[in-house]
């Protein structure tokens, strides 16, 4: 997406009042209105003192610029390159899905998100298995033990009781049910809201996720402990690890416990001792633990017990062996401003997104009065079989399906569209009953026609989406066009910059510089020595070559620097210190016999840059001279015409 952004000035996302729709430019037998000149020209100028005939003018002369080059492109046929229509259906695609989902929905979502995020909440729960695509039988079966659970639990019966008599999680069996403190995207949407929705110590009704149904309890609710950042030494014990192992843990966690409350460093600690080694080369460093996290419960809820960053655990026990944990920081939930953009990568692809999704599909619906004929749609209960299960299902070639099941706008879908779709789930996949295949697989049908249809006529029903889809498409000829004729080109022709250069060179000059060095003695002596002969005019390395004969630290250069003023501190700093001239070959030497340093200060008359110095703003302006003769060029090649009485019409 930058490629347009570099290109394109004014790429344009607000709607204007469309009502010039005369042509204002002709370029060959291309007719641009003077809608799309207002558009683009509205929002670069946004100066209501710039809405003058002489102010236009002078833009239209850049806009015919523009259009010539994209109108260049579409001659050579970059437009019709694979490349060229794979990026802009990516961007279309993207640009578009603002339009297709419920922008009130969308926002309602963030902010119960967000609302959610502030609190952990501890619950627990009962669950019935039941796969999403189960037969009404075994559905009705799940549905009629879940039932029984919730009535014992009105009774007053024992949740926990009920959790090791019922429940088919058998992560949390062993847990009484519990799954500890959970926030918001720990766990299934349908999950999660319920969790939310229910009151500290109630349970709720019986609901139904991907997983079957459920019954949770709600036992604590928190303020959000965010994020914390921990290390931990650790002592393994093995599973069907012996007494006296498990005793020799204890007893080693022990000391390394008392001797970092009496202050060692904790890391150290770590490094030495823990049998974690992943970690413990890190100074035991974990990193960042959240709630509902990766870490085991018993784990987290001693993390989450720190209060004081610095503060270090009591020595915990879980099933791998033996811990101590060090809180090292803490952050807790930003404000909604600075994580929504997060928020809204969280809840992308999601089933909070499907909630928007649905609430347009329902709108579209209405605006196009979309119908369903249910007998026509019934027929494929006994067209669909078994055998699309294992992707092997083949639709009978006699059969005539014509008839209308689904009627929108001005479309009209038929049996053979809704085969064709249904074309994408025959494949290898877990069983299911067919009336409930059919009629998800249909329902997901007619949001898909509708959404599709939608998309394709976002150009006809918003003015704006149509002219930021041209400008896109625009933007992209123009980036490919001018790396061909301009950016690549100026790289790539050496011959054509050196060129450019010898005709320009005298543009490209260095100011006054000063070569500056200050050398270090060993001692007087040294500096004595070394000063005579910088005076004769001695070379630098005969002069390093004498001096440092016997040792080779007796002379050395401390600083050195060649630069113009106002570049380089040192280069100001000495010109200021010596009052140096601006005077071309002019030299002085000043020795030190504070600190024993000598500095050498030549004084380089203007002169012209080579090629190399000064590559990178010659090959700038050779971009820009080719972009001109190419102007000129395109200019000469087409006819342009201007309607300026139109023009005169857009002043205000």
Not at 363 to 385: M, P, R, S
Not at 616 to 630: C, P
Request: glycine share 4%; hydrophobic share 35%; aromatic share 12%.
């Amino acid at each position: 997406m930058k490629k347009v952004f570099v290109l394109l000035g004014f790429i344009v996302f607000a709607s204007l009042s469309f009502s010039q729709t005369k042509v204002l430019l002709e370029i060959d037998n291309e007719k641009i209105t003077a809608d799309e000149f207002l558009h683009i020209y509205k929002k670069n100028n946004t100066n209501s003192n710039a809405m003058t005939v002489q102010a236009m003018e002078d833009y239209l002369d850049l806009f015919i610029n523009f259009k010539l080059k994209v109108h260049e492109a579409e001659i050579l046929g970059f437009d019709t390159l694979k490349s060229f229509k794979n990026e802009l259906a990516g961007y279309r695609g993207q640009l578009a899905q603002p339009y297709l989902t419920d922008k009130k929905v969308e926002e309602d979502i963030l902010a119960e998100s967000y609302e959610r995020m502030k609190w952990d909440v501890e619950v627990s729960h009962i669950l019935i298995k039941c796969e999403q695509n189960a037969s009404e039988k075994d559905t009705l079966k799940a549905w009629n033990k879940i039932n029984e659970v919730y009535k014992k639990l009105n009774k007053g019966e024992n949740f926990e009781k009920l959790v090791e008599n019922y429940s088919e999680d058998e992560g949390s069996l062993k847990t009484k049910g519990s799954l500890g403190y959970r926030t918001v995207f720990n766990l299934v949407y349908e999950f999660e809201s319920v969790m939310y929705e229910t009151k500290v110590g109630d349970f709720s009704k019986p609901f139904r996720s991907r997983f079957g149904y459920h019954i949770l309890k709600v036992t604590d609710k928190r303020p959000a402990k965010g994020k914390y950042k921990v290390a931990h030494i650790m002592m393994i014990t093995p599973e069907g690890s012996s007494s006296n192992l498990k005793q020799k843990a204890e007893n080693k966690i022990t000391e390394v416990y008392e001797k970092a409350l009496a202050g060692e460093d904790f890391a150290k600690l770590a490094e030495e001792y823990s049998e974690d080694r992943r970690t413990a080369v890190d100074g035991g460093l974990i990193g960042w633990v959240s709630i509902g996290g990766r870490m085991i419960k018993e784990f987290e809820d001693a993390v989450f017990g720190l209060e004081n960053i610095g503060d270090i655990s009591p020595i915990l026990k879980t099933n791998y062996g033996f811990h101590v944990i060090k809180l090292l920081d803490k952050e807790e939930i930003k404000d909604f401003d600075e994580i929504k953009n997060d928020l809204k990568g969280l809840i992308s692809n999601t089933a909070r997104t499907s909630k928007s999704r649905d609430a347009i599909v329902t709108t579209l619906k209405n605006e196009y009065n979309a119908k369903t004929n249910d007998e026509n749609v019934k027929e494929f209960y006994n067209i669909v079989t078994d055998s699309i299960f294992h992707g092997s299902w083949i639709v009978d070639e006699n059969l005539k399906l014509d008839k209308p099941i689904l009627t929108f706008a001005n479309q009209t879908k038929t049996q053979e569209d809704f085969v064709n779709y249904l074309m994408k789930f025959n494949r290898k996949q877990s069983p299911q009953d067919i009336k409930i295949f059919v009629d998800k697989a249909f329902n997901n049908f007619i949001s898909k026609m509708i959404l599709m249809y939608e998309e394709d006529i976002l150009e006809d029903k918003y003015i704006d989406f149509k002219y930021l889809i041209k400008e896109y498409h625009d933007g992209i000829l123009l980036f490919e066009l001018t790396d061909k004729f301009v950016w690549s080109k100026a790289i790539i022709d050496t011959a054509g910059l050196d060129n450019f250069y010898q005709k320009n060179k005298n543009d490209y000059m260095w100011d006054y510089r000063y070569e500056v060095k200050v050398y270090e003695c060993k001692d007087a002596k040294v500096l004595k020595s070394a000063a005579k002969l910088f005076n004769k005019n001695k070379n630098e390395d005969f002069i390093l070559s004498k001096l440092n004969k016997k040792d080779s630290s007796a002379l050395i250069i401390k600083e050195s620097e060649f630069a113009e003023k106002a570049v380089k501190p040192l280069v100001d700093s000495k010109i200021k210190e010596f009052n140096i001239t601006e005077t071309a070959g002019l030299k002085k030497i000043v020795a030190n016999n504070e600190d024993n340093t000598i500095t050498i200060i030549n004084v380089h008359a203007p002169e012209v840059k080579t090629l190399n110095e000064a590559k990178g703003i010659i090959t700038a302006d050779y971009q820009n001279y080719l972009e001109k003769e190419w102007i000129k060029t395109l200019r000469n090649k087409y006819k342009i015409v201007v309607h300026k009485d139109v023009l005169k019409t857009l002043v205000n």
